[in-house]
């Protein structure tokens, strides 16, 4: 199975700052990623897939880039509502497979 | 719009067969794959599988011989099946719609199961 490490576990920052969430798979996957928002109680949000396509309604403060091995998920102009927890994964081979989340919080 | 909602929460005792179902509305049902994602108490996402159109399934190993995942097309709803359950089976059971290109676009709102004698 493919193995996606996320880094950091968890992350603070203040309003107004940006934020780097990266995503390690343990083999190439090209493109086949996507990155998911889950506040508490709720279903996961999709955000980004392929790497760097945005999901239709989300905010252009959230982009995605990388291939290969290695990804990020950028949050820019950080707001209080992106206090979540962030998944990564894999939709390159089965099983798919996520990343064990970031959390993100709000100074 | 698109809405996936699913049957309410439920408590099996260990060795019980579990069943969760996902009604669809606002898209065409059969023109989509169905994932389920499960998620323990805490703990992170895990893909167990998906039905395809014609209804075909796909399923994570770990799965295997326990789970079947089904669908009617006449209600729009698809189903999970998770037999002989224990207890680290507790957790909220997701449907998601595949956006074609096997990420998740919508989801449902989740079922809790809990696994208790």
């Known amino acids: 199975d493919i193995q996606v490490t996320q880094s950091p576990s968890s992350v603070s920052a203040s309003v107004g700052d940006r934020v780097t969430i990266t995503c390690r798979a343990s083999?190439?996957?090209?493109?086949?990623l996507a990155w998911y928002q889950q506040k508490p109680g709720k279903a996961p949000k999709l955000l980004i897939y392929a790497a760097s396509t945005l999901q239709s309604g989300v905010s252009s403060r959230f982009s995605g880039s990388g291939s290969g091995t290695d990804f990020t998920l950028t949050v820019t102009n950080l707001q209080p509502d992106d206090c979540a927890i962030y998944y990564c994964q894999q939709a390159n081979t089965v099983p798919y497979t996520f990343g064990q989340g970031t959390k993100l919080e709000i100074k | 719009q698109v809405q996936l909602v699913q049957s309410g929460a439920e408590v099996k005792k260990p060795g019980a067969s579990m069943k969760v179902s996902c009604k669809a509305s606002g898209y065409t049902f059969t023109g989509y794959n169905m994932h389920w994602v499960r998620q323990a108490p805490g703990q992170g996402l895990e893909w167990m599988g998906w039905i395809n159109p014609n209804g075909d399934t796909t399923y994570a190993r770990k799965f295997q011989g326990r789970v079947t995942m089904s669908r009617d097309t006449s209600i729009n709803t698809a189903y999970l099946e998770l037999r002989d359950v224990r207890s680290d089976d507790t957790a909220t059971y997701y449907c998601a719609r595949d956006n074609s290109w096997y990420f998740f676009d919508y989801w449902g709102q989740g079922a809790l199961v809990t696994v208790s004698s």
């Open positions: 083999q190439g996957i090209d493109r086949w």
